[in-house]
């Protein structure tokens, strides 16, 4: 039984084979931020704690879906309720009981974001971080971004290929190293508040000034050309 010959892996003198990468690395807004909820209770009692973390929880909710489409999701994650022991061995007692509970909120009204994170700050006992910039999983800069990789490869074989009198002949492979937006998301940019009083007969506060924070999308491939054989 015979076999085919595989072909050289680098190509040969006849048909010789050139290897590039192609990179590309664009700016643009983002499309979307969220902000971690963070609604905490404390009592004596644990009943109390738990009715007055429930309270909270609630007012925290309902205020974030009175913003309607501006917010694009609303997860609960933990929820903690926690004695707190006072004294050691035989005279150990509950001594108070602390709840929480975190509240995450997604939402690409940008105009919204700075209102709701400072009306959610007044709140009693409740604390926000963030906001956290980013670009939806599907947003069309990636996508531009991998195009541009793509023809900056093509480009760079073909002057490769150029300074050796050579012209590239067909692709031989094209491997994606795949685009990806930041490793971790943005630190937060400035509305990190935290309320410990009801807002009361109070004016509600101004709202916070938010400048979105600009996104950095990557893209990288490798490929593969063969080539005619160079003018040497």
């Known amino acids: ?30 499309e979307i931020a969220r ?4 609604v905490s209770a404390r009592g004596t009692d644990r009943r109390g704690a738990l009715d007055d973390l429930t309270r909270r929880n609630s007012a925290v909710l ?28 035989r005279g150990e007692r509950v001594r108070s009981y602390h709840g ?10 940008f105009t919204a974001l700075g209102e709701l994170a400072t009306r959610l ?16 999983p599907d947003s069309p800069a990636h996508r531009d971004a991998r195009q541009q990789a793509v023809r900056e490869a093509v480009q760079r074989a073909r ?44 004016s509600e506060p101004r709202a916070l000034d938010l400048e979105p924070q600009r996104q950095t999308v990557y893209a990288r491939v490798n490929a593969r050309f063969t080539m005619s054989p160079p003018q040497l």
């Open 1 to 30: 039984m015979t076999t085919s010959p595989q072909p050289a892996p680098y190509g040969t003198p006849e048909v010789p084979r050139v290897a590039v990468r192609g990179e590309a690395r664009l700016e643009v807004d983002p």
């Open 35 to 38: 902000i971690g909820i963070t």
């Open 62 to 89: 309902d205020l974030v879906k009175s913003y309607g489409d501006a917010v694009e999701k609303l997860s609960t994650g933990a929820f903690v309720i926690t004695p707190q022991l006072t004294g050691k061995g």
């Open 100 to 109: 929480r509970v975190h509240v995450t909120a997604t939402l690409s009204d």
């Open 121 to 136: 700050g007044d709140l009693e006992l409740t604390g926000v971080d963030g906001p956290w910039w980013s670009l939806r």
């Open 159 to 202: 002057e490769y290929a150029g300074a050796l009198g050579a012209e590239l002949t067909a692709l031989v492979e094209l491997a994606d190293e795949g685009a990806e937006g930041p490793s971790a998301p943005a630190s937060p940019s400035g509305a990190r508040t935290r309320g410990y009083a009801g807002g009361g007969a109070e």
